[in-house]
């Protein structure tokens, strides 16, 4: 049983050292909440009766409460403000005076971003070779901004530059298939908390490289077999001395087969009988 909280309000708290787990924390939908969006902060943990707490970073206090009957709670967030931007946590505690506090739950972020979006490209653009050097840039109106690059479904990718201009650069001197992807960049301030930019049209980085199918396919064999000839127009030698040793080797397992005697027959079970006269 979810229990929805009251709308969000400061509250004066003194914090106690943590006397159970952390709880779990989560947001939906996570990343970047437009001005104006909506947005929940879940809270769930192992026990029941007790009551969870929503803390944001900086303020100090929880900013508001929930006594759910179950273990998880949500605090929805409607009409999202730039202040609503930052840094949550939540815990629970039980009901006993004083009471006993868990451990803070990890921090997840909201970002709600108060500038326009800046202008992504790349350098140069279309299907790259692999080894090629390749310069992801990030053009805003943002001197003095920190930049931030991200690549769709990569967290290990994501890079950070402080911008002395208005273009950030992030060089990729040799790409290979695990650079293809998706790229997008924002920008905030360096204050603390940060403001957020919103994040720029998505760029593909496609990188060239064999796909599937690529490979010749055998030829049919030819109607009139292996005296029809094979047709060595458009391949090279390389390829073709391979494709013709296939072949012959197909014939040979063929002509093979032939000198094996079918045992349904009275010639084969008479050899079957007797055995082979050459050994």
């Given at each position: 049983?979810?229990?929805?909280?009251?709308?969000?309000t400061a509250c004066l708290f003194v914090t106690p050292e943590g006397s159970y787990p952390k709880p779990s924390i989560s947001i939906s939908p996570s990343g970047?909440?437009?001005?104006?969006?909506?947005?929940?902060?879940?809270?769930?943990?192992?026990?029941?009766d007790m009551s969870i707490q929503?803390?944001?970073?900086?303020?100090?206090?929880?900013?508001?409460?929930?006594?759910?009957?179950?273990?998880?709670?949500?605090?929805?967030?409607?009409?999202?403000r730039r202040d609503h931007g930052g840094s949550y946590t939540c815990r629970y505690?039980?009901?006993?005076?004083?009471?006993?506090?868990?451990?803070?739950?990890?921090?997840?972020?909201?970002?709600?971003?108060?500038?326009?979006?800046?202008?992504?490209?790349l350098r140069p653009s279309g299907r790259v070779a692999p080894g090629a050097a390749v310069t992801v840039r990030c053009e805003c109106?943002?001197?003095?901004?920190r930049v931030l690059l991200s690549k769709a479904g990569d967290s290990d990718a994501r890079r950070v530059i402080d911008l002395s201009g208005d273009v950030a650069e992030f060089p990729i001197r040799s790409v290979s298939q695990r650079d293809a992807g998706s790229y997008s960049c924002q920008y905030s301030t360096k204050?603390?908390?940060?403001v957020w930019s919103e994040p720029s049209?998505?760029?593909?980085?496609?990188?060239?490289?064999e796909e599937p199918g690529s490979m010749y396919p055998l030829p049919a064999p030819h109607p009139a077999g292996l005296s029809g000839g094979l047709a060595l127009v458009g391949r090279s030698e390389p390829e073709w001395g391979i494709i013709i040793l296939l072949h012959l080797l197909s014939v040979s397992l063929q002509t093979q087969e032939s000198w094996f005697p079918d045992w349904g027959t009275p010639l084969g079970r008479q050899m079957g009988t007797e055995g082979f006269s050459g050994f």
């Open positions: 049983m979810r229990f929805v909280s009251p709308p969000l970047v909440i437009p001005m104006g969006g909506n947005f929940t902060i879940w809270c769930w943990h192992q026990l029941l929503l803390y944001k970073a900086g303020d100090g206090n929880y900013l508001t409460y929930t006594d759910p009957a179950g273990s998880e709670a949500e605090f929805p967030i409607t009409s999202a505690s039980n009901r006993t005076d004083p009471p006993a506090y868990s451990e803070p739950s990890d921090p997840v972020q909201i970002i709600v971003p108060s500038y326009p979006k800046p202008n992504i490209s109106q943002c001197r003095g901004a204050s603390n908390p940060s049209n998505p760029v593909e980085l496609i990188v060239a490289g």
